[in-house]
């Protein structure tokens, strides 16, 4: 930018801290071509000033310095196409955060600080430039993957805002599972009986649909583009069928468990074990018997957890199981009052008002529920189920005639074949088995990932076919904070392909997901990327003269976002884009940039910081703070007046992904004395927003720490920390104990040079 505007607000404590007029004239020496400070820039007279500048052509960037930049961004949003806006946060990394300047002392450290943050931020705001305007034409239209619950109500929900909708369901009819299913759980009053299944009467309203284009007995025979560009073909009876989408809603729902591998339970034994999807088979074909002879049993029994949270099968719960057996328990007693039903648990999970359904059926005459755990189940001489630790007693056994195991599900996203040798595989590797073995088992994962043969979306993505899947099948995204998003740009999970979960959960899933879908056309169609950085206008630009085909990039974007011609070249497909900045990050020729965050800003930032010459005793630290947990932590910490080093320098980054190692280097070489990386947490009970950046970061300082080490530094001037966005008390010790440490190292030898 070439007319950048700084404005000091003096307000909400920064005036009692910090000698403003001093920051006006640091600004004035960085080359801002207009300085003002309010007592409440935030005010309607603070924000007027502002705006006059800016509609008078005085600037083209803007640097307001005064709060963070995650409040009030409703008063200080200006056109993105005309003017560059930063916010440096002096409120809370300086004036909240550590004791008042002393005004007459020039070398205070609260008052360099911030002229050092003024300084930063000015030059970034320089090297910034606008985002180019949207030409890309984009589709409306919703493409659902699956005709069960789930999908059907996110294509009456896409319908039903305005999209056109496809529907496509490998079956012959719609309604999933369900179609076949009497009475469901209650999902509104009365709650102590069985409902209407409505799965039919929806599949009609989805098939009398005017908006609404239904292919059943079809497959999705390939996907390609992006969002708002997506180009299907779908195989169908009368041939294969083009369209374009905006958006996909994958609702492929799940399957039962492979019973087969639950033989000291009896399945496979005895024909008289069977799982919970063969008994709802029976009810619809309006019996109960036993499949060894066709007679009526006179016990059912119900084992529940069949091969759920077991670490040899599922460790999971899924969620409905308790409620299918309920359900089941409840048509019998009604529909063949001389069966009587005995039900094992370890835990009846009915949350909410099926606790009212649950109590019903316990009620019912005939009805017996004990908890326990069913060890195995006898064959010989007639069915026994060995039970342990029940509230009957420590070991018992009941004599049943027909066996019913509850097993769970396992998402539709690949054959059941390749979840268990993934499954297994993992398993080793988590055992920690031989150097050999976990080797063999790593193979096999990266292997079967893609799922081979097996595919459901047929996508045009280099990295693979589908969806990229956890260890049990369900789509990988940030699980926490964006549900129904996925690794796919544009494509969303919905019902129990995504989560395990109940008939009730999945219809209110397939809304959910299916306003994703329509919030992504919205925004595909002005040029902005969705989560986690919602409405960013800025594409990456590669000047590809430079690049030399490592691949890098497109290996490692955690969304497909580029793929590759013959020669490995980069190809950017700007609507996939999440924005993170990892391919950034990756690029060794730095090729990469963005209008607003490029190598050569945030090196422009580490090159205005001050560093003090080695005598001086004030080392100087660069901490580089992930956007998504570490800054929103860091402003929880000063809101809560919590003080830190003032050695101290904060440059926001979009991800550890993508912090470009030159820029560590630019940092090292110009004297810094330690540089502090803050991102997210990651693993299976966190997850980084952009699902593998901060996991990549950590992965590329190992071999930068070796670097260091040969070149005769400290590798641990250079420390990468997890920290989640509850964990604010923690950054204030981080930093305090990161700067002892490099006491203890001395003054960064490259000091001078």
Avoid at 159 to 178: N, S
Avoid at 278 to 306: H, I, N, T, Y
Avoid at 485 to 502: H, K, N, V
Avoid at 582 to 587: H, Q
Wanted: hydrophobic share 40%; aromatic share 6%.
């Amino acid at each position: 930018m070439d007319k950048v505007g700084v404005f000091i607000c003096s307000g909400c404590d920064i005036g009692g801290a910090v000698d403003c007029s001093k920051l006006e004239g640091v600004a004035k020496e960085s080359g801002a071509a207009l300085v003002a400070t309010h007592a409440c820039l935030c005010s309607d007279e603070g924000a007027g000033l502002v705006r006059k500048a800016v509609d008078g052509g005085e600037v083209d960037g803007l640097l307001l310095a005064a709060c963070s930049a995650r409040t009030k961004c409703e008063v200080f949003r200006f056109d993105p196409f005309k003017t560059a806006v930063e916010r440096c946060a002096l409120r809370e990394q300086c004036a909240w955060s550590h004791p008042a300047a002393a005004r007459d002392k020039e070398d205070d450290d609260t008052q360099m600080l911030a002229e050092d943050m003024i300084r930063m931020w000015t030059v970034r705001v320089k090297k910034e430039t606008l985002p180019k305007v949207s030409s890309e034409a984009v589709d409306r239209t919703v493409l659902v993957v699956g005709g069960g619950l789930a999908g059907m109500q996110a294509a009456l929900g896409a319908a039903g805002l305005g999209h056109a909708v496809v529907l496509v369901e490998k079956q012959p009819r719609l309604g999933g599972y369900l179609a076949s299913v009497g009475g469901l759980a209650p999902e509104s009053p009365p709650y102590d009986r069985l409902h209407e299944n409505h799965a039919a009467a929806m599949a009609k309203k989805v098939e009398a649909a005017g908006t609404i284009k239904v292919f059943s007995g079809s497959n999705v025979k390939s996907i390609s583009g992006q969002p708002g560009q997506f180009e299907v073909e779908v195989e169908a009876p009368k041939g294969v069928q083009k369209f374009k989408a905006g958006a996909v809603v994958q609702a492929t729902g799940a399957r039962p468990y492979d019973a087969t591998r639950l033989s000291h339970l009896g399945y496979g034994k005895s024909k008289d074990v069977v799982t919970s999807a063969e008994l709802d088979a029976m009810l619809a074909s309006g019996g109960v018997k036993r499949p060894s002879d066709g007679g009526e049993p006179k016990r059912v029994v119900f084992a529940q957890c069949a091969g759920s949270r077991d670490a040899d099968h599922l460790p999971y719960c899924s969620s409905e199981c308790c409620l299918t057996t309920l359900r089941q328990v409840a048509a019998i007693r009604k529909g063949f009052p001389g069966v009587e039903c005995a039900t094992i648990y370890r835990d009846m999970r009915a949350p909410g008002q099926y606790e009212h359904f649950y109590k019903a059926v316990q009620e019912t005459p005939g009805a017996l529920f004990t908890r326990g755990t069913v060890e195995k189940v006898g064959v010989d001489g007639g069915l026994k189920v060995f039970v342990k630790d029940s509230l009957l007693g420590n070991e018992v056994v009941l004599d049943a005639d027909l066996v019913v195991l509850a097993t769970g599900m396992v998402p539709n996203s690949a054959d059941g074949e390749a979840i268990r040798q993934i499954t297994d595989a993992y398993g080793r590797i988590e055992k920690k088995e031989s150097e050999t073995q976990v080797k063999d088992a790593q193979a096999l994962v990266d292997k079967l990932k893609p799922h081979e043969g097996t595919e459901i979306l047929n996508l045009g993505y280099r990295q693979g076919p589908d969806l990229p899947v956890l260890r049990y099948g369900f789509p990988d995204s940030h699980y926490i904070c964006f549900p129904y998003e996925t690794r796919r740009t544009g494509i969303y999970a919905a019902g129990t392909l995504r989560a395990p979960m109940d008939p009730a959960q999945a219809a209110e899933d397939g809304w959910g997901a299916a306003m994703k879908a329509a919030q992504c056309i919205e925004m595909a169609s002005r040029g902005e990327a969705v989560h986690p950085r919602a409405g960013d206008l800025g594409i990456a630009d590669f000047f590809l003269q430079r690049c030399t085909q490592c691949k890098r990039c497109t290996e490692e974007c955690p969304f497909g976002s580029l793929n590759e011609d013959v020669k490995g070249t980069p190809q950017y497909n700007q609507l996939r884009c999440r924005r993170c900045g990892i391919c950034l990050g990756a690029c060794p020729e730095r090729i990469v940039s963005f209008p607003d965050y490029s190598i050569e800003a945030i090196s422009g930032m580490v090159k205005e910081m001050s560093v003090p010459e080695e005598f001086e005793e004030k080392p100087r630290i660069l901490a580089l703070l992930c956007e998504n947990d570490a800054l929103p932590a860091l402003d929880e910490a000063a809101a809560r007046r919590m003080q830190w080093n003032p050695w101290v320098r904060v440059v926001p980054v979009r991800c550890l992904g993508s912090v470009n190692n030159v820029w560590l280097a630019d940092s090292l070489s110009r004297g810094v004395d330690g540089i502090l990386m803050l991102g997210c947490k990651y693993g299976d009970d966190y997850q980084c927003h952009y699902v593998k950046g901060s996991e990549l970061a950590n992965k590329r300082m190992e071999n930068l720490q070796e670097t260091l080490t040969r070149l005769a530094l400290d590798a641990d001037r250079i420390r990468i920390v997890q920290v989640a966005r509850n964990e604010y008390a923690r950054i204030p010790a981080i930093f305090d104990e990161f700067a002892e440490a490099l006491a203890g190292f001395g003054p960064n030898p490259m000091k001078g040079f």
